[in-house]
Structures are given as C-alpha cells and as structure tokens.
C-alpha cells in the first residue's frame, strides 16, 4: 500500500508519502497503523475522507497490497 | 466530446474562446478568480495543490452526471493548480447549452459540487 | 458605476471584456444567442424590436433593484433590437462579483424577469 | 396623448401610432377608444399591458394630455 497526503493531512504528517507494513488492512486498523506513525493526524480524523485507488471509499471496504490510498482533508478548490 | 476537462499549472487564456453552435441560445462562462485579500490580509497569489488523477477523473464524472440533470451540448472546465496570482482565474468553466437554464443550473451545481467532491485544495496564500 | 445598460442595434462583441477587479472572486457571462430554429424550421435572423427609453430604463431598474439581492460589484447588460442574425448575441450579461453565488443569481433572476417586464419583442424571423 | 402600437398591437392595429381625441380618460376609457377604432385589438386585451409615460400603469391611473402611452404585449426580449 503507498498512502498519499495531502494539504493539511502532509502538513500534520509532515510527509506526503508513506508505505504502511500492512498486507491487508480494513478502515479502522489503517487509521490505528496511521495514527501509531502520525499522531498529529488525529485532530483531523474526523474531516478526512480516504480514497483508494482514485475513488472515494465506501463503508466496509478493504485495503490490500499495492492500492494507492489518499488522505483527503476537506477540500476547496474553485 | 461533450466534457473538455483539463487540470493544468498554466495560466488559464482569458477570454477563452468557445465555438459557435447554431444549436445553442445559451453561452455561459464564469471564471473564478483570485482576490486580492484573504482573511482581511492582502496577498500576492494562492497556492493550490491537486491530487490529480483523482482530481481529473472526479471532474469528469461530476461534469458527466450533471449534465443527466442539465443537458448542455458543450461544457468546458479548466482547473488551475500550482501558483495563481491575484486576479487570474484558478477555474473556467463555458458551457454551450440550448437554452440558459440548463447552462446556469449545470454552472451552479457544478461549482457547489467541486468544492465538496474533487480534490484540490488552497494550500497556502504568498504575500504580495 | 456598477450598472451599465446598453440598447443598441450593433452586434454585441464577443468576447466582451470586463476589466480585472481584485476584490471580485467571480466572473460570470451569458450570451443570449439566436438559434438556427424557430418552431423546428431553419431561420436567417431573428427581427427584435424595442421601446427603446422604456426598456433601457426597465433594465437599469430591474439590475439596481436585484443589487440589493445580489450584491454584484459590476453589472454590463447589452441588449441588440432590429435583426440579429443566427449565431450572434441578442443579449449579453457581465457580472463582476466577490462570490459566485450572487453573480449566478443576479444572471438568472435578471433573465427570468428581463423576459416578463422588459418592453422587446420577438417581432419575426428572417429566412437563411 | 399619444398612443404607441408594438409588435403583435401594431400588427392587428394596422399602425404604430394613435392619438385620441380624448382629454382625460381612466383605463376602461381608453380601452372603449381604443377598441372602437381598431377592433381587431379586441382579442390581445387580456395580455396587453399599459404603460404611461414609459411605466406600466397601477389600477385607477389616469391618462391625460401630453401622456405618451404604450401597449405592450407579452415580451420575448433576451
């Protein structure tokens, strides 16, 4: 998995990139694993929305090995 | 191709020229543009950052669905990212529609739309 | 002056360009455009006719009476009588405003109400 | 006063222009006028507006010498 950061989410992180060691992962154990490495993410959890793969996700959906995940903040673009 | 959109660093042309359809009563453009204050401070420019494949695609497939509601026959968005100095546009939009509703209200919800669902964002402002 | 009405029988330029304000976010235009058909027939032109100190003075009413909606910063409203040839503006509409929302709604509120209280008229079409 | 025809009034009055020979009339007066001299007006009564002076008029306004006064059928400007 290579999980992408963006705007306010790379700031937090202070990274744009990261490669989790995680084979397959639902929502919730990749917000553990990303907030184990990035604590500074966590006021922001609630305003993040995660894409895989370019879409949006949806409820339930699953993570695994090579999909291209991204954090996106609020957006505001216009 | 009824849904021309393009996600650029390139200073968007103004005016940029739509065709002539015999077609279409309605030509509607808006541009949105750099202010020259943010928060009550003045600045130099903004500075937008993309997720651009995702960005691209969500633009076409938002353009795509809107126009089920509104059918125009040509929409054009160009998206700017990257430094966009005060009083260029960081969006185009031009529409070629029979008739004006439809161009207003694909014009109108596509903006609201984009700013909830693609992924660009202002990250930072640059002093003037 | 943030209204300027122009009645006039000259083709309306296309682009029409307004100046660059830095305190405006949005800039909206609509062209108005003769189709190529009337009633499922191909025409020449469309034949406008005005009661020209009337309407000009209903125009500038109507854009000062939504200002205070829509609190545009600049609005150009052009609107061609005598023949207006197919593919060419009967009218046009430039917004310059801070937000989008209020250009988008000044453009279709002074539309919906240009084509109830205005005095022009569809007089006739030209054939090609 | 003076009386101006447009579109669909010019066409079934035959004219542009009309001045009664009236000195002070309310609105049902001037329609009788009007009505009497050009028949054909008869069926666009109910969609025509009045204006005076370049204003539509508001029930109970009187036309009077001078007045420039204009039919108006349903508009199609834009």
Chains 1, 4 share one sequence.
Not at chain 1, 17 to 45: G, K, Q, S
Request: hydrophobic share 45%; net charge negative; with cysteine.
């Amino acid at each position: 998995m290579h999980i992408l950061f963006f705007a306010q989410a790379a700031d937090a992180a202070g990274t744009r990139e990261y490669r989790p060691d995680l084979p397959l992962a639902d929502l919730e154990t990749l917000w553990v694993d990303l907030l184990t490495r990035f604590p500074e993410l966590e006021p922001l959890r609630p305003t993040i929305r995660i894409a895989r793969n370019g879409e949006y996700v949806r409820e339930g959906e699953l993570f695994r090995h090579g999909d291209e995940i991204a954090l996106i903040p609020p957006v505001s673009g216009g | 191709m009824p849904i021309e959109v393009t996600l650029t660093p390139a200073a968007i042309p103004r005016p940029c020229p739509l065709p002539v359809l015999e077609t279409c009563g309605a030509v509607a453009e808006f541009y949105g543009t750099v202010r020259g204050e943010e928060a009550g401070e003045p600045i130099g420019a903004l500075v937008y950052e993309a997720y651009e494949p995702m960005a691209q695609r969500q633009m076409e497939r938002l353009a795509a669905s809107l126009l089920e509601e509104y059918p125009c026959t040509l929409v054009r968005v160009i998206h700017r990212f990257g430094i966009v100095p005060v009083g260029e546009a960081a969006i185009y939009i031009g529409i070629l529609a029979p008739h004006r509703r439809e161009a207003f209200g694909f014009l109108s919800a596509f903006m609201d739309r984009l700013k909830t669902e693609v992924p660009i964002w202002k990250i930072k402002t640059l002093p003037r």
